[in-house]
């Protein structure tokens, strides 16, 4: 390789935009550069909007031109044009907001290459396993994709809306019945509060606490202050139970325990096992403490169902990654990043606007290569 | 200029669409068309840090993250925090009396008090030496990093080997005679080894990841013991450092300053900058200003009669002249289902004779050098054009008619010292009493009648609008200056409509 060469090369920005938040940083560095909201202010109403409350198409748009600037100013401090981008998605993105990324990458700013990749499969690189069960619970919801050899198994895929923002609704309403007023009170006031005081209790402790008489007594009320005058009243019951939505089964008889076996259900009955000793949990959502264990708890309790009877799983095993959770797949994109792939694989600005159209899985002109 | 122009009362239609006020809006003389941040190309023009004014360059800058090297922010409530002399007093030699003082240095934020002796971070003798905490992970993922790399280029050379397998016609020598090249090598005495270097040294595959049964329990005392919200980290806090992301307030360090930009502007259809800041930091002029403040008329509300559906009131509007040539300006009726032509015809043509007069100028080397082709040309060839984005329809309505006047009236040139001069007006300007009010040197008031639709709600907002036609005197070429005609749609709000007497 030419010496000029490693001056000149181009430096790639690897965005993953979530519901939540957005992780931003540069191929082949180890943690993002900036971890911010996924909003944008509006100099018209004077308010912050979040990316994901978008009413028409070109709301979307505009929304994205405003924060695709913002990133690329703020943060990168580079100018977008003629420069390589890595987007890290879910498989299960909309094709209206994938396509309206694609169109404000390559149309307003002009970039030259884009490289799409699949969150739940370059989760996986960082560890690196081949075979995996990622699960990603994020803001809008939990999403479990297993990874066999590499390749994303996209028919056994499940998802719940059990994400922060089920959780926050939950704290929301329990939070009701000690406190007035806690309605106008803004989502991120119940985040902090969550944040701060919340945990992932063990599974007797929740049921204990559920039923009308516990024997047991609850951890610590918390007075949490907010706006210099007023408080907060968080009880402990409330501490304990506000994940509880996570784990009670909805009246689909559903809930994260139940996707994840539902997942493993879904692939060929020899990977199963594999599968089962190789958990991967990504997303903001899993860093709660407490939460693996109970997640395990709630495993071995739902393998004794008759549901789950010809699974036939002895053990789950769970990943530690090099890394922390929430930005797991941003990571396993900055590591394929650094590699020839955006050349060999990205979608150029040229073969873009021949078609104006962005390659996706669900496509049949883009994944029929026999024909 | 926010609070010169503001209110937002009166808009201008960018050629893209958007309504701006004209202090938001950039003027293109090399294609004449208004343009706004949304359809102009954005680009980062100097890097700085805010806190110590410093400019960075941008290599410098990437090789340090973005951020500041001396300037920290508090990670506890992000903002800067300063340095702070301690004067600790160490004796050299026990054997001696006299004591040396040593200054030394903590970092305090001025806004929470946090401090740097909270965390424990000893005080540091140099201001800027403050350490920094590597990624525990680094070994480990720099070792994944080398193997997809030696993955994706093995891939890579394969697919290449493929498509040398498929050109190859003839049979090679060593294919007959079963010879391998290895052998042959060896014969003639070149040296056996002959891999590409790259494949040589593959990194070694890093261990697998393990996967383990235990998972961390919640610890008892959670139970128990007491939540202090003042030890725990808030989100954000959390997120100042991706890397660490610390649970508990002790284990907060202090963060370098992200540093800021200047922000160039380019027109995306003739690739001519239309904003560009000074290089220093301190000085918040530009070296080019094409900001419509300057060559479009400026126009502000003056007075207007209260307004009642269905009749006309009388609407009194200022127009200012910014430019140095006197201009005529005209009313036309506004059309908002129109997209915005491309140019009126005149100025087509002038645009053309433009477009040549560049043509010539761009040459000019070639001819001089005819040898060799002129490296500016070639490297102009290797940008990509820039695409333009198709203007999208105004979106506003108009619950109001505005009535065109026929007549057209002037407006002289701006001259900073008739500010001064109560000589009166001294302009031999004939005027149309029924449109123009009063006039005083480059400002004219003009007499406009407005009439709110019928049937509208008490308390609606009422907005008009009318398109404006003014000359424009483009000097940008100094042969001669250019005139044109210059058309730009102008949106007023008037207020809300009231009652019936």
Not at chain 1, 318 to 336: D, M, Q, R, V
Not at chain 2, 135 to 140: D, E, G, I, T
Not at chain 2, 145 to 170: F, G, H, I, P, S
Request: proline residues 6%.
């Amino acid at each position: 390789m030419p010496i000029y060469e490693a001056s000149t090369e181009k430096l790639t920005v690897v965005l993953d935009i979530g519901a939540a938040f957005t992780k931003f940083g540069f191929s082949g560095e180890f943690s993002p550069r900036s971890i911010f909201r996924s909003e944008v202010y509006c100099k018209k109403t004077k308010k912050t909007r979040r990316i994901i409350d978008f009413e028409t198409p070109e709301d979307l748009y505009d929304l994205l031109v405003e924060f695709i600037h913002k990133v690329y100013f703020k943060y990168a401090l580079l100018s977008p044009k003629d420069r390589p981008i890595i987007v890290v998605e879910s498989l299960l993105c909309p094709t209206l907001f994938r396509e309206t990324l694609a169109k404000v990458l390559f149309v307003h700013y002009e970039v030259s290459t884009m490289l799409v990749l699949p969150s739940h499969l370059v989760a996986a690189s960082s560890l690196p396993a081949e075979t995996a069960l990622v699960v990603d619970i994020g803001y809008k919801e939990g999403v479990v994709i297993p990874i066999c050899y590499g390749m994303p198994i996209v028919q056994a895929w499940q998802a719940l809306p059990i994400g922060s923002e089920a959780i926050h609704n939950n704290l929301r309403s329990l939070l009701t019945s000690n406190n007035t007023n806690i309605q106008n009170v803004t989502e991120k006031v119940i985040e902090d509060i969550k944040v701060k005081c919340c945990f992932v209790t063990k599974k007797y402790r929740a049921e204990q606490l559920g039923s009308s008489k516990p024997e047991i007594t609850a951890c610590p009320d918390v007075k949490y202050p907010l706006g210099g005058s007023d408080t907060i009243i968080v009880p402990g019951k409330c501490r304990e139970r506000t994940f509880e939505v996570l784990y009670e089964e909805d009246n689909d008889h559903l809930c994260l325990s139940t996707m994840i076996l539902d997942a493993i259900l879904k692939v060929d009955m020899d990977l199963r096992q594999q599968l089962a000793e190789n958990m991967l949990l990504i997303g903001g959502t899993t860093m709660i403490p407490g939460f693996k264990s109970r997640l395990k708890e709630e495993l071995a309790k739902q393998l004794e169902l008759d549901r789950y009877k010809t699974l036939k799983i002895q053990k789950f095993k769970f990943h530690t990654l090099p890394c922390k959770e929430n930005y797991a797949a941003w990571l396993g994109a900055a590591i394929y990043g650094a590699t020839e792939l955006i050349n060999m694989n990205g979608l150029s600005r040229e073969n873009y606007l021949k078609d104006s159209h962005l390659p996706d899985w669900i496509d049949l002109k883009d994944t029929n290569r026999s024909l | 200029m926010a609070h010169i122009c503001g209110p937002e009362v009166v808009k201008y239609a960018c050629h893209c669409g958007l309504l701006r006020s004209i202090s938001q809006l950039y003027f293109c003389r090399h294609c004449s068309k208004v343009r706004c941040s949304f359809c102009v190309c954005h680009e980062v023009d100097s890097i700085f840090c805010g806190k110590c004014s410093e400019n960075i360059p941008s290599a410098e800058a990437r090789v340090k993250k973005n951020r500041c090297s001396n300037c920290l922010v508090c990670p506890s409530c992000q903002q800067e925090l300063w340095p702070r002399v301690a004067a600790t007093k160490t004796s050299a030699n026990p054997d001696e009396p006299k004591q040396v003082v040593k200054k030394m240095h903590y970092l305090l934020c001025q806004f929470c008090r946090w401090s740097s002796r909270d965390v424990g971070i000893p005080d540091q003798s140099s201001v800027t030496g403050f350490p920094d905490r590597e990624n525990v992970y680094a070994n480990r993922l720099q070792e994944v990093l080398d193997a997809y790399k030696a993955v994706v280029l093995a891939q890579k050379q394969a697919k290449e080997n493929e498509k040398k397998k498929q050109r190859k016609k003839y049979l090679s020598y060593t294919d007959i005679t079963g010879v391998t090249a290895a052998a042959l090598r060896k014969r003639i005495g070149l040296p056996a080894d002959r891999t590409h270097p790259l494949l040589k040294n593959k990194p070694k595959k890093p261990d697998n990841a393990v996967a383990v049964e235990e998972v961390d329990d919640l610890p008892e005392e959670l139970f128990t013991e007491p939540v202090n919200l003042l030890e725990v980290t808030s989100v954000d806090q959390r997120l100042l450092y991706p890397e660490a992301q610390p649970v508990k307030m002790d284990k907060l360090f202090p963060v370098h300053k992200q540093l800021s930009i200047k922000r160039s502007l380019r027109c995306r259809a003739c690739e001519h900058n239309v904003s560009k800041p000074e290089y220093n930091p301190n000085s918040v002029k530009f070296k080019i200003p094409l900001f419509a403040y300057y060559h479009i008329p400026d126009i502000r509300i003056v007075t207007v009669e209260p307004l009642r559906a269905g009749q006309t009131s009388e609407l009194i509007i200022k127009f200012t002249n910014p430019t140095q040539h006197q201009t005529v300006v005209s009313f036309l009726e506004i059309a908002l289902d129109e997209p915005e032509e491309p140019e009126i015809k005149e100025v087509e043509e002038t645009m053309d004779s433009l477009n040549i007069q560049e043509k010539q100028h761009a040459s000019l080397p070639s001819m001089t050098s005819t040898s060799q082709p002129s490296s500016l040309l070639s490297l102009g060839s290797h940008r990509q054009p820039m695409i333009t984005i198709k203007p999208r329809q105004i979106f506003q309505t108009l619950n109001s008619t505005v009535e065109i006047p026929t007549s057209t009236f002037i407006l002289p040139p701006r001259d900073d010292a008739a500010e001064f001069d109560d000589s009166g007006d001294t302009h031999n300007i004939q005027d149309d009493p029924k449109l123009v009010k009063w006039r005083k040197s480059n400002k004219a008031f003009i007499r406009l009648s407005v009439t709110p639709q019928e049937g509208l709600e008490l308390k609606t907002e009422i907005v008009c609008g009318f398109a404006m036609k003014h000359l424009y005197t483009n000097t940008i070429f100094t042969q001669q200056p250019q005139k044109y005609e210059h058309k730009v749609k102008v949106f007023l709000t008037l207020g809300n409509l009231v009652g019936s007497e």
